[in-house]
């Protein structure tokens, strides 16, 4: 299956709150294939927080809680030279309208964007979105950055709107 109809199935009927990637990785690796690192990070948070959640995908949705990403198709890969972090930086920005129209679709209760170089992104979609919801923003839980993103996240676990 490609990356959209995966993040599909696991759509909650109600998305109460939405977590926002920069885009799904270009190695193919996907938070809704449930083995990439992201997907063990964030489970090994909400789990320090909240307890076991035994499937963590089923009870992430069961939550209410639905990841998509500010670019669909992925961008992580373009790093190397400046030209391609201009061009990534450019997606992204591009990007914005997109997900505004996706946020007002799904109207969450909070979002939280999931690396610190996409916020000006994603507060902007969510302003254009007009559904008067602040996005939180914390580190990605990646490269050295899981203790950080443990942290910021620890407070806001039992704060986060569910189902």
């Not at 885009?23 to 990070?41: C, E, I, K, L, V």
């Not at 990403?69 to 030279?81: I, K, S």
Request: proline share 9%; charged share 25%; glycine share 6%.
């Amino acid at each position: 299956m490609d990356i959209e109809t995966t993040r599909l199935a696991f759509r909650p009927n109600r998305i109460t709150t939405l977590f926002v990637g920069e885009s799904a990785p270009f190695n193919g690796d996907f938070f809704y294939r449930g083995s990439p690192p992201m997907t063990q990070h964030m489970r090994c948070a909400i789990e320090e927080s909240l307890g076991p959640t035994g499937d963590f995908l089923e009870t992430f949705k069961a939550f209410g809680w639905y990841l998509d990403d500010l670019v669909l198709t992925p961008v992580d890969h373009l790093r190397g030279t400046a030209a391609e972090r201009r061009e990534r930086r450019a997606k992204c920005v591009a990007a914005r309208p997109s997900l505004a129209e996706r946020i007002a679709e799904y109207r969450p209760l909070a979002i939280v964007s999931l690396l610190r170089s996409i916020r000006e992104d994603v507060e902007a979609a969510a302003e254009m979105a007009n559904i008067g919801v602040k996005p939180l923003n914390v580190p990605f839980p990646g490269m050295g950055w899981q203790g950080p993103f443990k942290d910021a996240m620890r407070p806001i676990w039992p704060t986060l709107p569910r189902l």
